[in-house]
């Protein structure tokens, strides 16, 4: 028996993904270009910052085909735009910076918040697995970008909220779900507040608290006492 149909998209949810799908694979392209990898790195950074976390998450939920093998065609796009992106840039003679990268990234995270937790939500799963997966779709991409770059993933290294931010809005789509809201404005609700939330983190420097060492040290790293 087919599984194609109980897992087949709407427009909107299509829509919404495309464009999270351009928006994380342009922060890939950004950051290729900053660690200044050549057509081919940059393309697959692309591809795991576009496909790696939907790729999680249909395997989290069992879903065949992978979102990007249904819709074979987004890898012509994703093709495509790092190629334009990287023709642009030289053109324009534009010197790709970290901060370049935040502005795609914080949509994108937006975007696969709000599709990612409707997604599991059609597949039936409990509330807070339905917003857990949703952050993974948000999150693992970037993930997969950062450690392919030799960086240690900005999700959890630079201190400002950017999982937190997933996780609100996983939550804001399950409360307009449970109200009754349609599948448009449930989508906009949860990625336009996820994406402010990391806009505002970004413009306003929130930070979360690092780790604080205590004050005992070990011993062999210390300095010998005076005598």
């Known amino acids: 028996m ?8 709407s427009h909107t949810q299509i829509a919404v993904e495309i464009v999270a799908t351009i928006a994380f694979a342009l922060s890939g392209v950004i950051e290729g270009a900053r660690k200044r990898l050549d ?3 940059i393309c697959v950074v692309a591809g795991l910052a576009a496909f790696g976390g939907g790729t999680v998450r249909d395997i989290l939920l069992d879903r065949r085909p992978l979102f990007w093998v249904q819709h074979a065609e987004w890898v012509w796009i994703l093709l495509a735009l790092c190629v334009g992106a990287m023709l642009f840039m030289r053109a324009r003679h534009l010197d790709p910076t970290e901060r370049a990268m935040q502005w795609p990234d914080a949509l994108g995270l937006g975007l696969f918040t709000a599709v990612g937790t409707q997604i599991a939500i059609d597949a039936a799963m409990p ?7 949703g952050m993974v779709t948000a999150v693992f991409g970037g993930v997969l970008r950062d450690i392919v770059c030799n960086e240690i993933p900005r999700a959890f ?3 400002r909220p950017y999982a ?3 996780f609100a809005g996983g939550w804001v789509m399950v ?14 609700a949860a990625a336009s507040t996820a994406t402010a939330l ?13 780790w604080q060492a205590g004050h005992a040290t070990n011993d062999a790293d210390s300095d010998p006492p005076s005598r």
């Open 164 to 166: 937190i931010c997933s």
């Open 157 to 159: 290294s630079d201190h």
């Open 127 to 133: 509330a807070v697995i339905a917003v857990i997966l």
């Open 2 to 9: 087919s599984t194609a149909v109980p897992w087949a998209l």
């Open 198 to 210: 990391r806009v505002a983190a970004i413009g306003l420097d929130w930070r979360l608290p690092a």
């Open 39 to 41: 057509a081919v790195g």
């Open 175 to 188: 409360g307009a779900h449970a109200a009754g809201f349609s599948q448009w404005g449930s989508l906009l």
